[in-house]
Structures are given as structure tokens and as C-alpha cells.
T-cell receptor, first 111, second 116 residues
Framework: GENVEQHPSTLSVQEGDSAVIKCTYSDSASNYFPWYKQELGKRPQLIIDIRSNVGEKKDQRIAVTLNKTAKHFSLHITETQPEDSAVYFCAASDSNYQLIWGAGTKLIIKP | EPEVTQTPSHQVTQMGQEVILRCVPISNHLYFYWYRQILGQKVEFLVSFYNNEISEKSEIFDDQFSVERPDGSNFTLKIRSTKLEDSAMYFC??????????????FGSGTQLSVL
């Protein structure tokens, strides 16, 4: 079955700098890769997603890149702000019904 | 914007007791899911449900767990005899189509289950 690895587990960046979170997956059949942001005690919120027929997708300060050959995808946040502080999860869909999640990255934005 | 709603927000129960967690998915969605998240850990898939039957389930979803869609709106998760390790946040989610089609998951706000 699918296995998703996520790094780093914690990332601390200065406000205004960029943050990059990386994930790898094992199942070459996976074709949908969402990223979720979870603030403390709240539900995961989808922030961006990418399908396997696309290499990059951008939405304002957030971008996701996908390398199907290497089976990895990354989240890029530019010009980080204090409200970006949260836990970020990547996920990969290996079937019609199931998302496999990474272990999460705690992003800390230092003022 | 339509939302997935879950009740209760918190549930405290004694070990060995049965609990039922309730969810109302978004009305025109066809796929329903339960996930759980132990404090500080990753979100874990439990089960997916489509066309009134389980589509897929994880190893966590053993015989103690069951799901039901008793009417046209509710989707429930039952844990027959709770264990201490069942303590977690349980999230319900729904989508219009299966996620392999790139369909977004919409999550409820979760039920925090504490087993004492």
C-alpha cells in the first residue's frame, strides 16, 4: 500500500522568509496530492492540491510542485506571516477512497 | 459554504462502553469517511463508505468499529467496547467523488473522544 513520508517534522523560519516542506510517496499509481493546514484543536483545512498530470500549481503565496518520476512533492510558502504558523500535512490518494497522510510538519514563524 | 457537521464535539466515556459519533455530511456528497487523529500525531484513515456500504477500511477499523447511514443525512461511527487507546479526535469527511479523481475532502470539526 501507499506510504507517505514528510520532512521536516518541525520547521522554524523568520517572518517574511520562505518555507519548504517535502513529501515522498511510494505508490506510483497515486494521482492526487493535497496539502492540509491544521491549527491547534481545529479541523484540517485544504490549502492547495495537485493532480498527477500537473507539475506545479500556485495560489498566491503558496505553491506545490510534483515530481512523478522521483515520487515526491513539495509545499512552498513565500513571504511567511505569523498566521502561517500551524501543522501542515501532505497526503496522497492511492485509490478511489483513501488518502494516506504524512506525519505532519509543525511550522513556526518567528517574528 | 456547506459544511460537514459532527456531534458531539466532546465525548467522555468509560472503558468498555459503547459510543456513537455522529456526522451530517454535505448533502449532495456521495463518499463518506472517518479519520482519527491521536493527539500530536498524523491523521489516520479508518473507513470510507459509498453506496450504502464500506468501500475500504484500514487495519485500525477492526470488529469493534462499525459505520452506518441510518437515514438520508446522518453517517455514524460506532465503537462497541471502547479501549483507552481509542482516545483521539475523530473526523468525519465527505466528498462528491472519490479522492483519486482529485475530489476535495471536506472535514467536520471533529469529536474529541476521551476513554477513561
Amino acid at each position: 500500500g501507499e506510504n507517505v513520508e514528510q520532512h521536516p517534522s518541525t520547521l522554524s523560519v523568520q517572518e517574511g522568509d520562505s518555507a519548504v516542506i517535502k513529501c515522498t510517496y511510494s505508490d506510483s499509481a497515486s494521482n492526487y496530492f493535497p496539502w492540509y493546514k491544521q491549527e491547534l484543536g481545529k479541523r484540517p483545512q485544504l490549502i492547495i492540491d495537485i493532480r498527477s498530470n500537473v507539475g506545479e500549481k500556485k495560489d498566491q503565496r503558496i505553491a506545490v510542485t510534483l515530481n512523478k518520476t522521483a515520487k515526491h512533492f513539495s509545499l512552498h510558502i513565500t513571504e511567511t506571516q505569523p498566521e502561517d504558523s500551524a501543522v501542515y500535512f501532505c497526503a496522497a490518494s492511492d485509490s478511489n477512497y483513501q488518502l494516506i497522510w504524512g506525519a505532519g510538519t509543525k511550522l513556526i514563524i518567528k517574528p | 459554504e456547506p459544511e460537514v457537521t459532527q456531534t458531539p464535539s466532546h465525548q467522555v466515556t468509560q472503558m468498555g462502553q459503547e459510543v456513537i459519533l455522529r456526522c451530517v455530511p454535505i448533502s449532495n456528497h456521495l463518499y463518506f469517511y472517518w479519520y482519527r487523529q491521536i493527539l500530536g500525531q498524523k491523521v489516520e484513515f479508518l473507513v470510507s463508505f459509498y453506496n450504502n456500504e464500506i468501500s475500504e477500511k484500514s487495519e485500525i477499523f477492526d470488529d469493534q468499529f462499525s459505520v452506518e447511514r441510518p437515514d438520508g443525512s446522518n453517517f455514524t461511527l460506532k465503537i462497541r467496547s471502547t479501549k483507552l487507546e481509542d482516545s483521539a479526535m475523530y473526523f468525519c469527511a465527505s466528498s462528491g467523488h472519490g479522492t483519486a479523481g482529485g475530489e476535495k475532502l471536506f472535514f467536520g470539526s471533529g469529536t474529541q473522544l476521551s476513554v477513561l
